[in-house]
Protein backbone atom coordinates (compact mmCIF):
# COMPACT_ATOMS: atom_id res chain seq x y z
CA UNK A 1 0.00 0.00 0.00
CA UNK A 2 2.99 2.15 -0.29
CA UNK A 3 2.63 5.79 -1.91
CA UNK A 4 3.89 5.72 -5.25
CA UNK A 5 5.57 8.75 -6.99
CA UNK A 6 6.45 9.23 -10.43
CA UNK A 7 10.01 11.08 -11.03
CA UNK A 8 10.64 13.04 -14.04
CA UNK A 9 14.10 13.55 -16.02
CA UNK A 10 15.59 14.70 -19.11
CA UNK A 11 18.53 13.57 -20.48
CA UNK A 12 18.65 10.81 -17.74
CA UNK A 13 18.97 13.70 -15.38
CA UNK A 14 15.95 14.14 -12.57
CA UNK A 15 14.18 17.06 -13.37
CA UNK A 16 13.76 19.24 -10.28
CA UNK A 17 10.07 19.78 -9.46
CA UNK A 18 10.91 15.31 -8.93
CA UNK A 19 12.37 16.59 -5.21
CA UNK A 20 9.65 18.48 -4.72
CA UNK A 21 7.22 15.37 -5.21
CA UNK A 22 9.38 13.31 -2.94
CA UNK A 23 9.16 15.77 -0.34
CA UNK A 24 5.28 16.09 -1.25
CA UNK A 25 5.09 12.21 -1.21
CA UNK A 26 7.12 11.66 2.25
CA UNK A 27 4.68 13.64 4.06
CA UNK A 28 1.78 12.30 2.40
CA UNK A 29 2.65 8.50 3.11
CA UNK A 30 3.35 9.80 7.23
CA UNK A 31 -0.27 11.21 6.90
CA UNK A 32 -0.98 7.98 5.60
CA UNK A 33 0.90 5.66 7.86
CA UNK A 34 3.14 4.10 5.01
CA UNK A 35 6.10 4.38 3.15
CA UNK A 36 7.20 5.88 -0.31
CA UNK A 37 8.33 4.05 -3.25
CA UNK A 38 9.49 6.07 -6.12
CA UNK A 39 9.61 5.42 -9.94
CA UNK A 40 12.21 6.39 -12.18
CA UNK A 41 12.33 5.79 -16.16
CA UNK A 42 14.99 6.04 -17.82
CA UNK A 43 17.10 7.52 -14.77
CA UNK A 44 20.96 7.81 -14.98
CA UNK A 45 21.97 8.81 -11.41
CA UNK A 46 18.70 8.27 -8.83
CA UNK A 47 20.68 8.31 -5.66
CA UNK A 48 20.09 12.07 -5.00
CA UNK A 49 16.72 11.47 -3.72
CA UNK A 50 17.46 9.85 -0.60
CA UNK A 51 18.36 13.39 0.25
CA UNK A 52 14.80 13.89 0.27
CA UNK A 53 13.16 10.63 2.17
CA UNK A 54 13.00 8.09 -0.11
CA UNK A 55 14.21 5.29 1.11
CA UNK A 56 13.38 2.60 -2.25
CA UNK A 57 13.39 3.38 -5.53
CA UNK A 58 11.87 1.34 -8.72
CA UNK A 59 13.84 2.00 -12.10
CA UNK A 60 12.45 0.67 -15.13
CA UNK A 61 15.05 1.09 -18.63
CA UNK A 62 14.33 0.48 -21.90
CA UNK A 63 15.41 1.79 -25.12
CA UNK A 64 11.71 2.34 -26.17
CA UNK A 65 11.15 4.91 -23.22
CA UNK A 66 13.56 7.28 -24.65
CA UNK A 67 10.81 9.20 -26.43
CA UNK A 68 7.98 10.15 -24.43
CA UNK A 69 4.55 8.50 -25.15
CA UNK A 70 1.44 9.34 -22.76
CA UNK A 71 -0.38 6.12 -23.37
CA UNK A 72 2.95 3.94 -22.91
CA UNK A 73 4.17 5.69 -19.65
CA UNK A 74 0.72 5.57 -18.10
CA UNK A 75 0.76 2.06 -18.46
CA UNK A 76 4.23 1.34 -17.25
CA UNK A 77 3.31 3.26 -14.10
CA UNK A 78 -0.22 0.94 -13.98
CA UNK A 79 2.15 -2.17 -14.05
CA UNK A 80 4.50 -0.72 -11.10
CA UNK A 81 1.01 0.25 -9.09
CA UNK A 82 -0.29 -2.71 -9.53
CA UNK A 83 3.34 -4.44 -8.40
CA UNK A 84 3.45 -2.57 -5.42
CA UNK A 85 -0.33 -2.56 -4.71
CA UNK A 86 0.02 1.48 -4.37
CA UNK A 87 -3.50 3.32 -3.96
CA UNK A 88 -1.77 6.85 -3.71
CA UNK A 89 -0.42 7.95 -6.93
CA UNK A 90 2.35 11.74 -6.84
CA UNK A 91 2.89 13.25 -10.33
CA UNK A 92 3.98 16.13 -11.21
CA UNK A 93 1.99 19.71 -12.97
CA UNK A 94 4.48 19.24 -16.03
CA UNK A 95 2.64 18.65 -19.48
CA UNK A 96 3.65 14.95 -19.99
CA UNK A 97 2.34 14.21 -16.70
CA UNK A 98 -0.91 15.83 -17.82
CA UNK A 99 -1.12 14.15 -20.67
CA UNK A 100 -0.36 10.80 -18.52
CA UNK A 101 -2.52 11.57 -15.68
CA UNK A 102 -6.17 10.67 -16.93
CA UNK A 103 -5.11 7.67 -18.89
CA UNK A 104 -3.95 5.98 -15.54
CA UNK A 105 -6.54 7.07 -13.84
CA UNK A 106 -8.87 5.30 -16.07
CA UNK A 107 -6.41 2.20 -16.43
CA UNK A 108 -6.39 1.78 -12.67
CA UNK A 109 -9.88 2.93 -12.04
CA UNK A 110 -8.75 5.94 -10.01
CA UNK A 111 -9.89 9.73 -8.92
CA UNK A 112 -7.49 12.05 -10.54
CA UNK A 113 -6.93 15.34 -8.59
CA UNK A 114 -5.00 17.80 -10.27
CA UNK A 115 -3.70 21.28 -9.31
CA UNK A 116 -3.14 19.97 -5.99
CA UNK A 117 -1.21 22.49 -3.49
CA UNK A 118 -1.28 21.45 0.17
CA UNK A 119 -1.58 17.82 1.84
CA UNK A 120 -4.96 16.48 2.87
CA UNK A 121 -6.56 18.14 5.33
CA UNK A 122 -8.71 14.59 6.25
CA UNK A 123 -8.79 11.28 5.40
CA UNK A 124 -12.20 10.01 5.37
CA UNK A 125 -12.80 11.59 3.06
CA UNK A 126 -9.98 11.91 1.35
CA UNK A 127 -10.05 15.86 1.31
CA UNK A 128 -7.27 18.34 -0.42
CA UNK A 129 -6.55 21.87 -1.70
CA UNK A 130 -6.26 22.66 -5.07
CA UNK A 131 -6.46 25.51 -7.00
CA UNK A 132 -9.50 26.60 -9.54
CA UNK A 133 -10.82 29.18 -12.16
CA UNK A 134 -6.86 29.41 -13.75
CA UNK A 135 -5.44 30.07 -10.31
CA UNK A 136 -8.17 32.63 -8.91
CA UNK A 137 -9.83 30.66 -6.67
CA UNK A 138 -9.35 27.83 -4.19
CA UNK A 139 -11.20 24.70 -3.64
CA UNK A 140 -11.47 21.69 -1.19
CA UNK A 141 -11.98 18.33 -3.37
CA UNK A 142 -12.90 15.39 -1.14
CA UNK A 143 -12.82 11.87 -2.89
CA UNK A 144 -14.63 8.44 -1.86
CA UNK A 145 -12.81 6.86 -4.82
CA UNK A 146 -10.16 3.73 -3.17
CA UNK A 147 -7.43 4.54 -5.70
CA UNK A 148 -6.26 8.49 -5.85
CA UNK A 149 -3.86 9.75 -8.46
CA UNK A 150 -2.98 13.50 -7.47
CA UNK A 151 -0.77 15.95 -9.84
CA UNK A 152 0.75 18.59 -7.70
CA UNK A 153 1.41 22.03 -8.92
CA UNK A 154 4.75 23.37 -9.42
CA UNK A 155 6.38 24.81 -6.88
CA UNK A 156 3.78 24.63 -4.62
CA UNK A 157 5.01 22.54 -1.47
CA UNK A 158 8.86 23.28 -1.62
CA UNK A 159 11.53 20.72 -0.61
CA UNK A 160 11.89 18.72 2.66
CA UNK A 161 15.85 17.66 3.27
CA UNK A 162 16.33 14.20 5.13
CA UNK A 163 18.79 11.98 4.37
CA UNK A 164 17.88 8.36 4.56
CA UNK A 165 19.12 4.75 2.76
CA UNK A 166 18.18 4.08 0.00
CA UNK A 167 17.03 0.86 -1.95
CA UNK A 168 17.35 0.66 -5.75
CA UNK A 169 14.90 -2.20 -7.37
CA UNK A 170 15.54 -2.60 -11.22
CA UNK A 171 12.01 -3.90 -12.57
CA UNK A 172 11.27 -5.23 -15.88
CA UNK A 173 8.13 -4.33 -17.59
CA UNK A 174 6.64 -5.45 -20.73
CA UNK A 175 6.75 -2.44 -22.88
CA UNK A 176 2.76 -2.67 -24.02
CA UNK A 177 3.26 -0.48 -27.99
CA UNK A 178 1.77 1.87 -28.99
CA UNK A 179 -0.20 3.16 -32.12
CA UNK A 180 1.64 6.71 -32.45
CA UNK A 181 4.73 6.82 -33.56
CA UNK A 182 7.03 10.44 -32.52
CA UNK A 183 9.55 11.09 -35.25
CA UNK A 184 11.01 14.12 -33.74
CA UNK A 185 11.17 16.06 -30.57
CA UNK A 186 12.10 19.84 -30.25
CA UNK A 187 14.72 19.75 -26.84
CA UNK A 188 16.99 22.66 -25.77
CA UNK A 189 19.88 22.44 -24.72
CA UNK A 190 22.67 24.56 -22.87
CA UNK A 191 19.89 26.59 -21.38
CA UNK A 192 17.85 26.63 -18.15
CA UNK A 193 14.28 24.81 -19.09
CA UNK A 194 11.09 26.86 -18.28
CA UNK A 195 9.90 23.64 -16.13
CA UNK A 196 13.02 23.69 -13.85
CA UNK A 197 13.79 27.29 -13.14
CA UNK A 198 13.08 29.35 -10.59
CA UNK A 199 13.42 32.41 -12.28
CA UNK A 200 11.85 32.88 -15.56
CA UNK A 201 12.74 36.02 -18.17
CA UNK A 202 10.16 36.72 -20.70
CA UNK A 203 9.34 38.93 -23.59
CA UNK A 204 6.30 39.99 -26.02
CA UNK A 205 6.65 42.01 -29.02
CA UNK A 206 7.25 44.89 -27.67
CA UNK A 207 10.76 44.12 -28.07
CA UNK A 208 9.82 44.68 -31.88
CA UNK A 209 11.88 41.92 -33.60
CA UNK A 210 14.10 38.90 -32.87
CA UNK A 211 17.47 40.63 -33.44
CA UNK A 212 16.68 42.78 -30.24
CA UNK A 213 16.33 39.33 -28.02
CA UNK A 214 19.76 39.55 -26.71
CA UNK A 215 18.96 41.81 -24.16
CA UNK A 216 16.44 38.97 -22.39
CA UNK A 217 19.30 36.49 -22.85
CA UNK A 218 21.61 38.60 -21.62
CA UNK A 219 19.44 39.30 -18.25
CA UNK A 220 18.34 35.63 -18.32
CA UNK A 221 22.41 34.63 -18.04
CA UNK A 222 23.20 37.36 -15.39
CA UNK A 223 20.08 36.21 -13.23
CA UNK A 224 20.76 32.22 -13.97
CA UNK A 225 17.11 32.36 -15.41
CA UNK A 226 15.26 30.65 -18.51
CA UNK A 227 13.71 32.48 -21.10
CA UNK A 228 10.37 32.70 -22.46
CA UNK A 229 7.59 34.59 -24.76
CA UNK A 230 4.41 35.21 -25.39
CA UNK A 231 2.35 33.50 -27.71
CA UNK A 232 2.42 35.98 -30.39
CA UNK A 233 6.34 35.80 -30.55
CA UNK A 234 6.24 32.27 -31.02
CA UNK A 235 3.28 32.49 -33.64
CA UNK A 236 5.89 34.87 -35.78
CA UNK A 237 8.68 32.67 -35.11
CA UNK A 238 10.59 35.13 -33.46
CA UNK A 239 11.04 32.39 -30.65
CA UNK A 240 10.78 28.64 -30.55
CA UNK A 241 7.38 27.40 -29.35
CA UNK A 242 9.36 25.63 -26.50
CA UNK A 243 9.48 28.78 -25.05
CA UNK A 244 5.78 29.85 -25.55
CA UNK A 245 4.08 30.26 -22.01
CA UNK A 246 0.57 30.95 -20.67
CA UNK A 247 -2.31 29.26 -20.91
CA UNK A 248 -2.00 27.98 -24.46
CA UNK A 249 1.70 27.14 -23.58
CA UNK A 250 3.42 26.09 -21.13
CA UNK A 251 2.24 27.01 -17.57
CA UNK A 252 4.79 28.98 -15.52
CA UNK A 253 5.10 28.79 -11.29
CA UNK A 254 8.29 30.14 -10.63
CA UNK A 255 9.51 32.54 -8.00
CA UNK A 256 10.17 35.44 -10.18
CA UNK A 257 8.63 35.72 -13.36
CA UNK A 258 9.56 39.23 -15.39
CA UNK A 259 7.60 40.02 -18.58
CA UNK A 260 9.15 42.64 -20.94
CA UNK A 261 6.94 44.59 -23.23
CA UNK A 262 3.60 41.75 -22.59
CA UNK A 263 0.62 43.61 -22.77
CA UNK A 264 -0.70 40.86 -20.93
CA UNK A 265 -3.81 39.42 -22.47
CA UNK A 266 -6.06 36.56 -19.78
CA UNK A 267 -4.42 33.50 -21.52
CA UNK A 268 -1.04 35.01 -20.68
CA UNK A 269 -1.89 35.59 -16.79
CA UNK A 270 -3.66 32.85 -16.48
CA UNK A 271 -0.72 30.67 -17.63
CA UNK A 272 1.58 32.43 -15.13
CA UNK A 273 -0.59 33.30 -12.15
CA UNK A 274 0.81 30.46 -9.82
CA UNK A 275 4.13 32.50 -10.07
CA UNK A 276 4.64 34.01 -6.72
CA UNK A 277 6.32 37.52 -7.96
CA UNK A 278 5.16 39.27 -11.08
CA UNK A 279 7.79 42.04 -12.11
CA UNK A 280 6.40 43.85 -15.74
CA UNK A 281 8.40 46.35 -17.77
CA UNK A 282 6.07 48.00 -20.15
CA UNK A 283 5.77 51.23 -22.13
CA UNK A 284 2.47 51.59 -21.82
CA UNK A 285 0.88 52.64 -18.32
CA UNK A 286 -2.37 51.05 -19.07
CA UNK A 287 -1.25 47.45 -20.09
CA UNK A 288 -3.39 44.95 -18.34
CA UNK A 289 -0.14 42.92 -17.01
CA UNK A 290 0.53 45.98 -14.51
CA UNK A 291 -2.84 44.95 -12.37
CA UNK A 292 -1.49 41.69 -12.13
CA UNK A 293 2.15 42.20 -11.48
CA UNK A 294 3.77 42.46 -8.12
CA UNK A 295 5.98 45.16 -9.22
CA UNK A 296 5.95 47.83 -12.07
CA UNK A 297 8.10 49.58 -14.73
CA UNK A 298 6.50 51.89 -16.79
CA UNK A 299 9.32 52.65 -19.32
CA UNK A 300 11.17 51.78 -22.38
CA UNK A 301 12.69 48.05 -22.56
CA UNK A 302 15.56 49.12 -25.05
CA UNK A 303 16.34 51.54 -21.90
CA UNK A 304 15.38 49.97 -18.66
CA UNK A 305 16.61 46.22 -19.32
CA UNK A 306 20.16 47.27 -20.33
CA UNK A 307 20.43 49.53 -17.23
CA UNK A 308 18.69 46.96 -14.83
CA UNK A 309 21.06 44.22 -16.40
CA UNK A 310 23.86 46.79 -15.36
CA UNK A 311 23.24 47.08 -11.81
CA UNK A 312 22.41 43.05 -11.24
CA UNK A 313 25.81 42.50 -12.60
CA UNK A 314 27.28 44.84 -10.54
CA UNK A 315 25.47 43.63 -7.25
CA UNK A 316 26.37 39.90 -7.88
CA UNK A 317 30.06 41.04 -8.29
CA UNK A 318 29.92 43.39 -4.95
CA UNK A 319 27.96 40.39 -3.18
CA UNK A 320 29.88 37.19 -4.61
Known amino acids: MSVLTYIESSNGKIKKSGFELASYSCELAKLLNTSVVALTINTDDVNELSNYGITKIIKVNNESLNKFNASTFADVISKACNHLNSNHIVLSSSL ?33 KRTAFTNKAFSDSSINSEKIVIGLSNNSFG ?38 ADIVVSAGRGMKGP ?70 INND ?14 GDAFDVVPRLNEKLKEFKAQNS
Request: with cysteine.
Open 96 to 128: DSRYLAPLLAADINACYVNNVIGLPSDLAPFTI
Open 159 to 196: LIENSVEIEIEDLKIEIQASGLTVNSSEKVSGQISIAD
Open 211 to 280: ENWNLIEDLADTLGAATACSKPVSDMGWRPHSEHVGQTGKPVATNLYIAIGISGAIQHLAGINSSKIKVV
Open 285 to 298: PEAPFFKAADYGVV
